[in-house]
């Protein structure tokens, strides 16, 4: 200290002769008694803002929000364009859903020396085949048994009023006329909006030839070129997101293959239980009944109940109240077959889709694009459903530890199960970890005597 203070004393004394000689003030100069060793604190003061004002939950909130209000403005905009594309993108939907369908039997031919084009051409033509020929056989079936039909729903009607007139309910001729005329008069009041309703729903011939071309053109397309149309819409994405989209889109074709594969024979058992009934209770037109049912059944839970009222009710005015009631006997039966067999047995093998997220599909898809969009409505969330459990498990595009879609797994009971046998592969692929003990190069126990 004693050294610093006269070092002090010595430059105040040289500044002091300094400024005599130029005839100026000495600088002021701070000794160390009076410098602060603490760093300078600088205080910024910015203007008030809404930050300021609104808590930290009204913000969050208020972000969500025009975040949110920006995804329904596109999904509203990609709508009006799948709209008005809709002559083009309903066709080449149901082309992508009899590529998943036929697709594995094209594998096959190429596999055993087939050339791509002959082999999609062959599928398309024995598609085509079984197509029209069955319709065919179902419009032969109706134009030869329309006149029975008709004589038939004339006496079942007149025995369904006799039995509201003695049955149970006990319906006077007055009140059944009544009824019977309040139905037509609705029906004359509401025959211009529904033939207006029916003409803007229904194709007009232009457009069902136009969809019924590009659904050939584009079928043949997917069959011989999938894996290529594929790998080109992936390679206009950023280089990042090429492997893990292309990944995605391999696990969610082979689920909608699985799906589309479960779908037709859980229709066929449809079909043939309901048909097998119909036909021994000499119900008419059984046959495009049963194609009906078959049709219904793609549309998973509600289709075949839909058209098995169908049935029900063409047996109540053809043969009478009893054979209608066995007839929904009928398909009660299959119906219970299918939900506690076969949807657990073969569909859960494919996807596994809670049956609330089922019918809330269902129902917006009929919404927003009618029978369409109730048809495509469960395949399309079973494809976002394995897409998105992929990318969100493995966003660098590696592929599962046990080679299988994600999403196949009911996300409630078999989550814990999925994820043991995850980390089961992952264990096995990993060179650091011994070999298990059910494994080929495990090694043997030794025996102690």
Request: charged share 15%; glycine share 8%; aromatic share 6%.
């Amino acid at each position: 200290m004693a050294k610093t203070w006269a070092q002090s004393v010595r430059e105040r004394a040289r500044n002091r002769l300094a400024a005599a000689r130029r005839n100026h003030p000495p600088p002021f100069t701070v000794g160390p008694e009076l410098q602060d060793s603490s760093a300078p604190v600088v205080l910024v003061q910015r203007p008030a803002s809404n930050d300021d004002v609104l808590p930290r939950g009204v913000r969050t909130a208020g972000a969500w929000a025009w975040r949110f209000i920006l995804l329904v403005v596109a999904a509203y905009l990609f709508l009006r364009v799948v709209s008005l594309l809709r002559v083009v993108i309903i066709p080449v939907v149901i082309a992508v859903l009899l590529a998943a369908l036929f697709q594995p039997v094209a594998a096959a031919l190429t596999r055993r020396g087939v050339k791509r084009s002959f082999a999609a051409g062959l599928v398309l033509l024995a598609a085509l085949l079984l197509v029209f020929g069955g319709l065919g056989l179902i419009v032969s079936t109706i134009v030869a048994q329309i006149d029975t039909l008709s004589t038939q729903v004339s006496d079942g009607i007149k025995e369904v009023q006799t039995w509201l007139s003695q049955g149970p309910l006990h319906l006077t001729d007055a009140q059944l006329s009544q009824y019977v005329d309040r139905v037509r008069q609705t029906i004359s009041k509401n025959q211009g909006a529904l033939t207006s309703g029916a003409l803007s729903t229904a194709t007009t011939l232009g457009e069902v030839l136009t969809g019924f071309f590009l659904v050939l053109f584009t079928l043949f397309f997917f069959l011989r070129d999938g894996g290529q149309i594929w790998s080109f819409l992936c390679r206009l994405l950023p280089r990042e997101a090429r492997v893990a989209t292309a990944r995605a889109g391999h696990y969610s074709w082979h689920t909608l293959v699985s799906y589309v594969h479960a779908t037709v024979l859980v229709a066929f058992v449809d079909a043939v239980g309901i048909g097998i009934g119909l036909f021994i209770l000499r119900v008419p037109l059984a046959l495009p009944l049963a194609a009906l049912v078959f049709l219904g059944a793609f549309i998973p839970v509600v289709g075949a109940t839909l058209t098995g009222a169908v049935a029900v009710l063409v047996a109540l005015v053809a043969e009478g109240p009893v054979t209608a009631l066995i007839v929904l006997g009928v398909v009660i039966a299959v119906q219970q077959l299918e939900g506690h067999v076969l949807q657990p047995l073969i569909m859960g093998r494919a996807v596994a889709l809670h049956p609330l997220a089922v019918i809330l599909a269902i129902a917006t898809g009929i919404v927003v694009a009618g029978i369409v969009g109730g048809l495509i409505a469960v395949p399309l969330l079973a494809v976002l459903n394995t897409a998105i459990r992929y990318l969100v498990r493995h966003p660098s595009g590696e592929p599962t530890p046990d080679r299988e879609p994600p999403g196949t797994e009911s996300a409630a009971d078999g989550e814990a199960e999925a994820d043991d046998r995850s980390e089961a592969a992952e264990r096995r692929t990993d060179p650091a970890e011994p070999p298990p003990d059910d494994s080929s190069v495990a090694e043997p126990a030794v025996r102690t005597g």
